[in-house]
């Protein structure tokens, strides 16, 4: 079975500086992709960036970017220059051949402004 | 036009009643699901239906089916409510495998 993990269940960011959220994943196979999703208080989960096992470039998405150590089966999310937008809870998704979604249990981003 | 949409977006009932949540997806996905996000925001996986194969998470009872009228819409039907059934529901879509799923915008269920 696969799992998620995320270790940080709060983080906190000064605006306009940079944050890491932490995601760890463990399965034996070869073939995925691997997720951020954003949850602001409004409940709509919204896709934050997108990366495929098989790539070894990292994924970015404007100031959203991810440092994908498939070895190390680490996913973590960076986002740089941090807004107050963007706080709200932060999961981390994997998806395999079987094409079901696992999510991570989420980490509370709070940006101080 | 919202591209995945829930309703009713709060249900209050009591305990062993039987509801519906509607799903509808005006993306031409042929992938939907729906999750149970429980009060600690966990995110859980109860079905999957792609081109009418269901496929279903062990863990989630049989009193819940979800029930496709047609591609556009996966209804989530729950019999014998409990209060363990309270949490919020996301209906989701994607477009093949590894694609991005869509979410609705989440079903708050409370059963007294």
């Known amino acids: 079975a696969q799992t998620v993990t995320q270790s940080q269940p709060e983080m906190s960011v000064q605006e306009a500086e940079t944050v890491t959220l932490s995601c760890t994943y463990d399965?034996?196979?070869?073939?995925?992709?691997l997720f951020w999703y954003k949850q602001p208080p409004s409940r709509q989960m919204i896709l934050v960036i997108r990366q495929e096992a098989y790539k070894q470039q990292n994924a970015t998405e404007n100031r959203f970017s991810v440092n994908f150590q498939k070895a190390a089966k680490s996913f973590s999310l960076k986002i740089s220059d941090s807004q107050l937008g963007d706080a709200a809870m932060y999961f981390c998704a994997f998806i395999n051949a079987g094409n079901m979604l696992t999510f991570g249990g989420g980490t509370r981003l709070m940006v101080k402004p | 036009d919202t591209a995945v949409s829930q309703t009713p977006k709060y249900l209050v009932t009591q305990m062993g009643n039987d509801k519906s949540i509607k799903c509808e997806q005006n993306?031409?996905?042929?992938?939907m699901y729906w999750y149970k996000q429980d009060s600690k925001k966990f995110l859980k996986i109860m079905f999957s239906y792609n081109n009418k194969e269901l496929i279903i998470n062990e863990t989630v009872p049989n009193r819940f089916s979800p029930k496709s009228p047609d591609k556009a819409h996966l209804n989530l039907h729950i019999n014998s409510l409990e209060l363990g059934d309270s949490a919020v529901y996301f209906c989701a879509t994607a477009l093949a495998l590894g694609y991005e799923q869509y979410f609705g915008p989440g079903t708050r269920l409370t059963v007294t």
């Open positions: 399965t034996s196979e070869s073939d995925y992709y």
């Open positions: 993306l031409g996905h042929d992938t």
